[in-house]
């Protein structure tokens, strides 16, 4: 079997089928995709909501209720625990399958019709404000992570506790603005880096503690600027960099950033406990894993996003794990579920389920919506092991013979994921915005929906600007305030228990609000899109000439020779080395 070069159906730009994808697509019977690697991963984000709290009207009561969809949106939800409960029937909206009609043209209709949870979340004690979390503790606007306490603005993060502001991070207590960091404690500013303890501004840096503004640090204590202090001198500096100013930490945190760009990055941000991990990037404790972004514990993986704990034999995957294997174009769905296929928010302990929405528990399902404890289902009607094999294999061949067309004219049968257009949400609602982001004309040019967001505003009472600049001079009423965020200028507020840990870590207060703070954040995290690129180290220094290498390297004085599949871009300004130069820069 070789090669096979095809045009996606999306982008039209040519994309690489490889030899071991056709033998995953021939082992799970699909047939080969259409659409290339980056817009199929677009496609199914298009789905899911991962940070985004929106007010949408209860089906039931009429309430207004925090929903994972905004009002606009054409769908029908319940409040969580009434959806969960026996006091209706999904079975009721159950219909035949009509071989006259398209088969997408069908499952929008049900999917309309059948009504949803408004939140994806499971054992919340005093979290109302989250949603797609599970096992959470005094959280406030925590989204896509499970197992924490006492946080609040965390996205996609897990095993966190009394930490704010973070996002793709794990295990961590005490934390403050981090991107990307592991076995933290006191651990502020701080992006890609792994048990760091009262360290301020890291960068790449393991196993230190006392730490300030450091790159590529392993095992120090005390340094500043990777120059190494006592302990008495280190703890001066510190006071004289009087941490607690705003004005004091931008001075700081703008030194900081100048500081890291003298210094080689890895290629690709991937962990040391990888086995055959290639054109990856934030990956780690995985094996045979390629084309892959923010994955943890995977095994035979390609094309897949945000998964963790234990994902294996599985492509084109985006959010969740935990006990998945054999999935291919899946969303949010996970947790101990087999043979997935073309499914969104499935979990958990699902097998053998086809294009279907919202079930659980469930086995041998093909177009259902909102189903529980189910099996030998179609359009959520039941029927006998025998029926319903016969029936599948018909709709399938009729999926292939009666296409699809969506408003771009773009083709779906058997073997696509969800047309864009059956998402409730915008293109602006949803995660596809934070890693392919595009402005209200673009997503129209391309045929997806765009809306203004619908979120609740509130008239500011001061600006964040008149904010006393020292958290000491901060008084404990600014918790009554709603204050203007210096980016986007919505009002915010500082709740208690964030005024308290600011307090306790002698941080100031912010000057964005949440969501300007997070979009600042994910602006450290490269594109969703590798590319072939070449070793930055020139012999002795790097090509821009900003670093000089600290040992000889394996290549001598001659330029690295290495070449690689990298998420960096040549258009910034970072310094990009090979595996092997890196590491002799470091260790």
């Not at 997935?340 to 399902?365: Q, R, V």
């Not at 094999?389 to 969800?418: P, T």
């Not at 904010?467 to 404990?476: G, M, Q, R, W």
């Amino acid at each position: 079997m070789i090669s096979e070069t095809k045009q996606c159906q999306n982008c039209r730009q040519e994309f690489q089928i490889e030899p071991e994808d056709f033998s995953f697509y021939e082992r799970i019977r699909v047939p080969s995709p259409t659409w290339c690697p980056e817009c199929r991963a677009m496609r199914r984000m298009l789905f899911w909501n991962e940070h985004e709290l929106f007010r949408k009207k209860d089906a039931l009561t009429g309430k207004e209720i925090f929903s994972t969809y905004p009002e606009a949106a054409p769908v029908k939800i319940y409040e969580h625990d009434y959806w969960w409960s026996d006091k209706w029937d999904p079975m009721d909206y159950g219909r035949d399958y009509d071989f006259s009609r398209p088969f997408f043209e069908q499952f929008k209709e049900l999917a309309e019709a059948v009504p949803r949870p408004a939140r994806a979340v499971i054992n919340l004690v005093n979290s109302d404000y989250c949603n797609q979390a599970s096992d959470l503790k005094n959280c406030y606007l925590v989204f896509n992570g499970n197992t924490m306490e006492n946080c609040a603005y965390v996205v996609a993060a897990l095993k966190m506790r009394n930490c704010l502001d973070a996002y793709q991070s794990g295990e961590c207590e005490l934390c403050y603005e981090g991107f990307s960091i592991a076995g933290a404690y006191a651990n502020h500013f701080s992006a890609e880096t792994g048990g760091c303890r009262d360290s301020w501004f890291l960068l790449n840096c393991r196993d230190c503690s006392d730490c300030f503004g450091c790159v590529n640090l392993r095992h120090k204590k005390y340094h500043i600027f990777n120059e190494p202090y006592t302990k008495e001198e280190y703890e001066k500096k510190l006071k004289e960099f009087n941490l607690g100013s705003h004005k004091s930490l931008l001075e700081l945190k703008k030194k900081t950033r100048d500081f890291w760009l003298k210094f080689p990055r890895k290629y690709a941000n991937v962990g040391v406990m990888n086995t055959n991990v290639e054109a990856s990037e934030y990956v780690y404790r995985s094996k045979n894993v390629k084309y892959s972004y923010q994955g943890l514990n995977m095994e035979n993986v390609r094309y897949a996003q945000s998964v963790a704990e234990g994902v294996k034999d599985t492509y084109d995957y985006t959010s969740w794990g935990h006990g998945a294997e054999l999935f291919y174009e899946a969303a949010s769905c996970g947790t101990d579920s087999r043979s997935i296929k073309f499914c969104y928010d499935c979990w958990p302990a699902c097998e053998d389920i086809e294009y279907s929405m919202g079930c659980h528990s469930s086995t041998n399902l093909f177009g259902c919506m909102g189903l529980s404890k189910k099996q030998y289902c179609i359009f959520n009607k039941q029927y006998t092991k025998e029926e319903y094999k016969g029936l599948v294999a018909k709709i399938k061949e009729h999926m292939d013979k009666m296409l699809y067309k969506d408003k771009k004219g773009r083709v779906y049968k058997y073997g696509e994921f969800f047309p864009p257009e059956l998402s409730p949400l915008a293109y602006n609602e949803t995660a596809a915005q934070d890693i392919f982001p595009l402005d209200e004309k673009q997503a129209e040019k391309m045929g997806f929906l765009w809306r203004p967001m619908d979120r609740k505003e509130f008239e500011a009472t001061i600006s964040a600007a008149d904010l006393p600049d020292h958290v000491k001079d901060t008084a404990e009423n600014i918790t009554n305030e709603k204050i203007a965020c210096l980016g986007c200028k919505r009002a915010y507020r500082i709740i208690p228990m964030e005024l308290e840990f600011y307090k306790r870590m002698g941080i100031p207060l912010p000057r964005l609000c949440p969501n300007c703070r997070y979009l600042e954040r994910i602006s450290w995290r490269n594109p969703l899109k590798w590319r072939h690129g070449q070793c930055q180290c020139a012999g002795s220094k790097s090509d821009n000439g900003v670093y000089k290498n600290d040992t000889a390297h394996a290549h001598g004085s001659e330029h690295c020779p290495n070449e690689f599949e990298t998420f960096y871009t040549w258009d910034r300004p970072e310094i990009v080395y090979c595996e092997s130069c890196y590491n002799s820069e470091i260790v």
